[in-house]
T-cell receptor, first 114, second 111 residues
Framework: DAEITQSPRHKITETGRQVTLACHQTWNHNNMFWYRQDLGHGLRLIHYSYGVQDTNKGEVSDGYSVSRSNTEDLPLTLESAASSQTSVYFC?????????????FGPGTRLTVT | EDKVVQSPLSLVVHEGDTVTLNCSYEVTNFRSLLWYKQEKKAPTFLFMLTSSGIEKKSGRLSSILDKKELFSILNITATQTGDSAVYLCASSFSGTYKYIFGTGTRLKVLA
């Protein structure tokens, strides 16, 4: 069955360290998204990609970067982790070619920055 | 500024009750609205609505969109404890595949 996976599921890191969160989907979807979820804020878009070599900033992109070298993967990098980046991170994907657009989510990564 | 607002923020009901969750949106060139259910994990897709006045239904859950008044409702009839979750709605607009999410409604169903 097609799926979307994230790793690690839990991560504790120190302030200032670079951290990369992995997202891998086997849906063959062309759109991929990264969100963070915090109490009181719901899901906020960090970065997104509509295809290989395409990346775009979302509403809370400062301190984060992504790259898309193939269809399946969109890793999220925190360049220099800050305590304000402690959050739950969700990756999602969607298909635009069929005109349906609904997003399917990975299981999430809980990141703690100490 | 594009935004999605959900109400109420939280709700406590007893098993068997019927609940209505609200989602209003202000989105330029609206294209679609999604509803998700989130338990202690990733959001799971419930409905996608694009046309006004057409009800989507799945078991005890149903949803309808009003494009004139810019809102959607999610109804759950004969609630069960397994319906306890955060319900999210999200809206997208033409020219993009992004969605803007509301902050969610936390529903708790008591036995």
């Amino acid at each position: 069955d097609a799926e979307i996976t994230q790793s690690p599921r839990h991560k504790i890191t120190e302030t200032g360290r670079q951290v990369t969160l992995a997202c891998h989907q086997t849906w063959n979807h062309n759109n991929m998204f990264w969100y963070r979820q915090d109490l009181g804020h719901g899901l906020r878009l960090i970065h997104y990609s509509y295809g290989v070599q395409d990346t775009n900033k979302g509403e809370v992109s400062d301190g984060y970067s992504v790259s898309r070298s193939n269809t399946e993967d969109l890793p999220l990098t925190l360049e220099s982790a800050a305590s304000s980046q402690t959050s739950v991170y969700f990756c999602a994907s969607s298909e635009s070619r069929t005109g349906t657009y609904e997003q399917y989510f990975g299981p999430g990564t809980r990141l703690t920055v100490t | 500024e594009d935004k999605v607002v959900q109400s109420p923020l939280s709700l406590v009901v007893h098993e068997g009750d019927t609940v209505t969750l609200n989602c209003s949106y202000e989105v330029t060139n609206f294209r679609s609205l999604l509803w998700y259910k989130q338990e202690k994990k990733a959001p799971t897709f419930l409905f996608m609505l694009t046309s006004s006045g057409i009800e989507k239904k799945s078991g005890r859950l149903s949803s309808i969109l009003d494009k004139k008044e810019l809102f959607s409702i999610l109804n759950i009839t004969a609630t069960q404890t397994g319906d306890s979750a955060v319900y999210l709605c999200a809206s997208s607009f033409s020219g993009t595949y992004k969605y803007i999410f509301g902050t969610g409604t936390r529903l708790k169903v008591l036995a």
